[in-house]
């Protein structure tokens, strides 16, 4: 159950070896999404650790180990301990020898980008999953009425949700809440309605009824994303650190396996090793957009 679905990543350490030996080479394009980062505390284990426990839990999202090629479960725990475990990530990537000898340099790159890529697409998936499994249980509704106008209802939603969110989290020891910075996940097909919302000032945004001229009245900051877990029209809102968490004991690593003699390839294995766990599901809300 160690072997996970074949992802890895390159950088131009990736090609140390093949470098001296053949070819010179850099791939330093950082054209992933690593936006999900800012919701989580990252936790350093202790020599020897392969998990972490969070005390004082109600209610928790994880993530399960997963088989090569399966999609992840998202399980909901309870306890008022819960350890979260981290887990080992790998993959190969080959080169052929006529590759090396011959130098098809841009055909390498473009593999080992991608290669790269579906490494971080899919550490990106299990983050945002565990995100969007705690924001679906906590959802706040579309607020106002359809005279306010789209906008106003817009602003009237999110401030709702952020009322709702803080509300719920203010006696739990995480800080001052009337003033925390929030982290709102959103696809970019709501894009217009956000910025729309977020610019507005109680004059800009009034109405024909000027009692219920309204601005975002909240500490948050907007991050979008198309990952698949944050869908159009119910952006996610999150009270970020605290008890969601991560692990990443070893960044992707990789290793260079001895020239298969019967066919003159050269294999490189990356690995990786990390978990992530949101300890209570009450640091997030699902924002509906009508």
């Not at 009425?145 to 952020?162: F, K, V």
């Not at 970019?188 to 009824?209: C, E, H």
Request: glycine fraction near 6%.
């Amino acid at each position: 159950k160690n072997k996970k679905k074949i992802q890895a990543f390159c950088v131009s350490t990736d090609f140390d070896q093949l470098e001296k030996d053949a070819f010179n080479v850099t791939v330093e394009e950082d054209n992933f999404d690593l936006k999900w980062d800012q919701a989580y505390r990252l936790v350093t284990l202790g020599t020897g650790q392969d998990a972490w426990e969070i005390a004082n839990v109600e209610n928790g999202i994880t993530f399960n180990k997963v088989e090569e090629g399966e999609r992840i479960e998202v399980n909901k725990i309870s306890g008022t301990k819960i350890t979260a475990y981290v887990d080992y990530y790998g993959g190969a990537l080959g080169w052929t020898d006529k590759m090396i000898r011959f130098r098809k340099i841009p055909m390498m790159v473009d593999l080992a980008m991608s290669f790269r890529n579906k490494f971080y697409d899919n550490k990106a998936d299990n983050h945002y999953a565990l995100l969007a499994a705690a924001a679906a249980l906590h959802v706040t509704a579309y607020q106002g009425e359809a005279a306010d106008g789209q906008l106003q209802q817009d602003i009237q939603t999110i401030n709702q949700a952020a009322f709702n969110l803080t509300n719920r989290n203010k006696n739990k020891g995480f800080g001052d809440m009337a003033s925390a910075q929030l982290v709102m996940y959103a696809n970019p097909l709501d894009k217009r309605r956000i910025n729309a919302a977020f610019r507005a000032t109680t004059q800009a945004a009034a109405s024909a009824n000027a009692a219920i001229a309204q601005q975002v009245d909240y500490n948050i900051n907007v991050q979008y994303t198309f990952n698949s877990n944050v869908t159009a029209g119910s952006p996610i809102l999150i009270l970020p650190k605290n008890k969601i968490q991560r692990a990443e004991p070893m960044p992707p690593k990789t290793y260079n396996a001895p020239t298969d003699i019967l066919t003159l390839n050269e294999t490189q294995a990356v690995w990786a090793i990390y978990g992530a766990i949101v300890g209570d599901d009450d640091q997030a809300e699902t924002i509906t957009l009508g």
